[in-house]
């Protein structure tokens, strides 16, 4: 059992490590990695600052080309990781050659160029702990599955060379009655998506999403028997509740389709920080409530 | 002719201002007034920082009931307005009462109370100058009338206690050859509003406008030569362009249903400040291109 971010970084560099990260290194902050050129990333900063909700963007490289030094955008936090390497400490890779995919690899150390820029956006393990803790347990996790995740018809707000995107969300389904606990909950982990961005069944309508029965990432979503598939108001008294998504900012790279090499995490196998949940969040020490939160920092 | 961001403050303080902003002060940023419960506040400050584009959240009271002391939220400028009063220094003001429109008023210094807390939020004016100064005055502008503005479906990430708001856009139709350099030198102004949020007919539908010949709020568009209304594809090669608009913070606070007194400024009636839009947005200096561009700064 790998305990700290260090420890599973290391893991991931020497390729011990190789299979999804989800329950590893507790209550340290795991992060998406996506790798741009560099003429692109003036452009891919703006589009996380004016849709934070999905994109949230916790670092990027300090210079084209540095895979070792991180600009935090946490400013509370300078240092998410000391000794980290965006080439060799993700688990699994994925290489996208002009818009598509072309090779899932154990490292990125031939593709990194001198130009290229890493960012670290934010991801919702920290929300799902947290849940978790409070006794809503999201039912993908108690079922040992991924999140369902579905394309919506919300426009992102494009930014330069990334228009025509539309946001990303997850979806676990919830009691009504829980609902509110479920948002206050969730509420104050403003980098990692926050509260949840819509519920109820109106919402799968207004949201533009094209079947509730197939999300277009990640599992279906099984009832709390397992005997079938949560996708309609079939009277369990559960409606689902969406989040934005992490998958929104490499869809949005995807949809531009971007000449040259991009390159990202393989979906689950997450670059784990050295900062842990309860430092970036401190309402965690207090039962849930929510306390100072911590925002964007400025474009640079 | 009032020239600078204090000599209207003043004017608007003393009562001899008493009519719109617009074109007063050139250069100086202009900003919309929300005043809220203090209850409300960190709900709100969450709705601003989820959504940057039509919620640019410039200042705010640096505690429940200060009226003359503002908590910048633009990192590099610490001091937005050093003689400022927010119960006075609009040429006039809307009260709102259990989220209905009881009063217009010159001040609002008798409603303002020991827990109203005050937001200044970013305005259109910095980049329709700037629009102009590229050849690409707004029609409006050149008209002499009110920008057009419309309620979309676009749904807006809530916040605890705003929830069901949607996105507010303002539109001014450009020729479609155009709409490149209007992104381009709109781009930087990332705290107000930033480059479109879309544009084309087709956006028309995609956002959910319900009619674009009638704006929810502000003038009809006219054509060109003033002769008709601008509002369908009559081949006169123009499209519009939507931003967001900063009327959005306000729906949302009247559609959150929100108990107690909200003020705000009377559309069109800004407070001025002493800032200067190319203080703000440094690209001002170099010909439109965009340089470093400042984004939101923490929650708190």
Same mark, same amino acid.
């Given at each position: ?5 260090? $420890?599973?970084r290391?893991?991931s560099r ?17 992060a998406?990695l996506l790798v ?23 670092a990027s490289s300090t210079?084209?080309g540095a895979f070792t030094t991180l600009? @935090? ?7 998410l990781a000391?000794d980290i390497d965006l080439r060799h400490d993700a688990?699994?890779y ?5 818009? /598509?995919?072309? /090779?899932?690899?154990?490292d990125i150390a031939?593709e990194w160029?001198? %130009?290229h820029v890493g960012f670290l956006?934010?991801?919702?393990? @920290?929300?799902?702990? =947290?849940?978790?803790? /409070? ?12 999140? =369902?995740?579905? #394309?919506? =018809?919300? &426009?992102? =707000? &494009? $930014? ?9 969300? @997850? ?9 509110? #606990? ?15 961005? $819509?519920?109820?069944? %109106? ?16 599992? *279906? ?17 559960? *409606? ?9 900012? !490499? ?12 390159m990202g995490h ?5 670059i784990?920080l ?8 401190? !309402?965690? %020490? ?15």
């Amino acid at each position: 059992m790998l305990k700290t971010g260090l $420890a599973t970084r290391l893991a991931s560099r020497t390729g011990t490590l190789t299979h999804p990260t989800s329950g590893l290194a507790p209550s340290y902050l795991q992060a998406n990695l996506l790798v741009l050129p560099a003429r692109h990333a003036p452009d891919f900063r703006l589009l996380c600052a004016r849709n934070p909700v999905p994109c949230p963007l916790l670092a990027s490289s300090t210079s084209p080309g540095a895979f070792t030094t991180l600009q @935090s955008h946490l400013p509370a936090h300078p240092t998410l990781a000391a000794d980290i390497d965006l080439r060799h400490d993700a688990p699994k890779y994925r290489v996208y050659s002009d818009g /598509a995919l072309v /090779a899932e690899k154990a490292d990125i150390a031939a593709e990194w160029g001198d %130009d290229h820029v890493g960012f670290l956006i934010g991801c919702s393990y @920290s929300f799902e702990a =947290a849940l978790g803790g /409070a006794g809503l347990a999201p039912r993908h996790v108690v079922h040992g599955r991924n999140v =369902a995740m579905y #394309r919506t =018809a919300v &426009p992102l =707000a &494009p $930014a330069g060379v990334f228009t025509g995107g539309t946001v990303v969300v @997850s979806m676990r389904p919830y009691r009504v009655e829980d609902v509110g #606990r479920v948002r206050e909950v969730t509420k104050g982990f403003t980098v990692t998506h926050g509260e949840p961005f $819509a519920w109820g069944w %109106d919402a799968v309508r207004e949201l533009g999403i094209r079947d509730i029965g197939r999300p277009e990432w990640g599992d *279906v979503c099984l009832t709390a028997d397992r005997r079938g598939v949560f996708c309609q108001e079939n009277g369990e008294g559960f *409606v689902p509740v969406f989040w934005g998504c992490g998958v929104t900012p !490499q869809e949005a790279v995807m949809r531009a389709g971007l000449e040259g090499t991009v390159m990202g995490h393989a979906p689950g196998h997450m670059i784990v920080l050295d900062v842990r949940d309860h430092e970036v969040f401190p !309402q965690l %020490d207090k039962g849930g409530e929510v306390a100072e939160v911590e925002g964007q920092q400025p474009v640079h």
